[in-house]
């Protein structure tokens, strides 16, 4: 058996590490914690999680995934409906909306800010569009006020996946509360994690909100009223918050809640070190035109989950998948490519979802590169990944003749 190969810097599944008083406190959640899902820590994680991102209603879900799919069933969509999103995301800002029956209508992406746009999305509105969803890519907070206006105009719903992006602002207004649902991912990648798996769902009306216990916890909701014989009827009541949904289990535990309301105390100190970071990559980078990074529009604010760099093959004289074998290859730094767009994927194929006019989207992923970027790389890796690709671009250069 070969061993899996070591890299100078590797590409981590772990997007930072945890303080010895967060292990502690997880520690003692696990000795102590009674229940161990839907207890008091739940219910301050989410008012924590109201406070610090100004939302409205927010729920702890199971992944991010679940958070869009209880936004997905909030839209009430139904086949013959349509739903317009970037082309350019992760699957699972997707998936949801397509399970309900809806058409998905694939959005380009900008070429600077490589997110989908009012410009890119308003063409595809038809009489049959229900909602739009807006994805906060690489953590960037796409360009909220002309998509809302554009949105309240046609009497569309805004889903917005802050999956990457939390703690990133929108003209100081946090990135998941602009739409009229937030779905954010608490998954090992993201900029905090608990333990792996996470989420929350944040929604704007009272009403709506009312509906998601009920769909996070098979439909389960206490009787009204006191009752000293607490178990007659029967424990709790169970019913559709909505006829024709089966609910779901989508909790999130106890012990993760509590951290994650920890974690959320360290989320601007730890998207300011990945800004910094990305700061003096780009910088160390600025004279070399054959690359570009993602430009950040003044008024949108950026968590940099990811630092993504796309390549102009034709100055570069290289492809793309050049530049990454020297990099892998030669230098022992793994960098990775995504998003593809979905479109291109057989799953959204074989759904009837395998057309799209995306050319800048498609550009965008055949021509970049993922760097690595977890918020725990050393100085003597940063350093070491940027002084390798300023090599491999100067490498680039003389072999030109530049
Ligand atoms: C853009 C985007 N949307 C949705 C998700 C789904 O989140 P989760 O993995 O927590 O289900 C992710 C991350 O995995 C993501 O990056």
């Known amino acids: 058996m070969t061993s899996p190969p070591t890299y100078r810097v590797p590409l981590s599944g772990r997007g930072h590490q945890y303080t010895d008083e ?3 406190l997880v520690a003692d959640l696990m000795r102590q914690a009674d229940p161990m899902t839907q207890g008091r820590h739940q219910d301050e994680f989410e008012k924590k999680f109201c406070r610090v991102f100004n939302a409205e209603h927010a729920f702890a879900v199971a992944t991010g995934t679940a958070a869009l799919e209880l936004s ?3 839209c009430r969509l139904k086949p013959g409906d349509e739903v317009i999103l970037p082309v350019h995301t992760f699957a699972a800002s997707a998936i949801p909306f397509g399970r309900t029956g809806a058409k998905l209508v694939w959005a380009d992406s900008d070429r600077d800010t490589f997110l989908a746009t009012a410009a890119t999305l308003e063409p595809l509105i038809t009489p049959k569009t229900r909602a739009i969803v807006v994805v906060h890519l690489y953590g960037l907070v796409s360009d909220m006020d002309p998509i809302l206006l554009l949105a309240r105009k046609h009497n569309l ?4 996946d802050a999956a990457q992006s939390i703690g990133a602002a929108y003209k100081g207004r946090p990135s998941g509360t602009l739409g009229d649902f937030g779905c954010y991912s608490l998954h090992t990648h993201k900029n905090i994690s608990t333990l792996g798996e996470g989420g929350v769902l944040t929604v704007r009306d009272a009403e709506k909100a009312k509906l998601v216990p009920g769909l996070r916890h098979n439909g389960m909701r206490p009787f009204e009223g006191a009752r000293e014989r607490y178990w007659v009827p029967a424990m709790s009541n169970i019913d559709f918050d909505f006829e024709g949904f089966w609910p779901y289990n989508f909790c999130l535990g106890e012990i993760q809640c509590g951290l994650g309301s920890a974690l959320i105390d360290r989320v601007a100190s730890m998207n300011a070190d990945r ?10 980078l600025k004279d070399y035109p054959e690359v570009r990074f993602q430009k950040q529009p003044d008024d949108c604010g950026h968590s940099y989950h990811l630092l993504p760099m796309i390549v102009d093959p034709q100055a570069l004289g290289r492809s793309r998948n050049e530049f990454m074998d ?3 290859f030669e230098y022992g730094i793994r960098s990775d490519v995504r998003y593809c767009p979905l479109n291109r994927y057989p799953l959204f194929q074989k759904a009837g979802f395998g057309a799209a006019q995306c050319p800048n989207a498609n ?3 055949d021509n970049m590169i993922s760097l690595p970027f977890q918020h725990w790389m050393t100085e003597e890796q940063e350093g070491y990944l940027i002084s390798s ?3 491999i671009l100067d490498q680039f250069r003389s072999r030109r003749g530049v």
Do not use: H, P, T
């Open 275 to 284: 800004a910094a970071r990305a700061e003096r990559v780009r910088s160390a």
């Open 22 to 24: 967060e292990v502690r």
């Open 72 to 74: 997905a069933i909030l």
């Open 363 to 365: 550009s965008i992923f």
């Open 157 to 160: 719903l805004v889903v917005e």
């Open 389 to 391: 690709l300023k090599g």
């Open 326 to 328: 020297m990099l892998v």
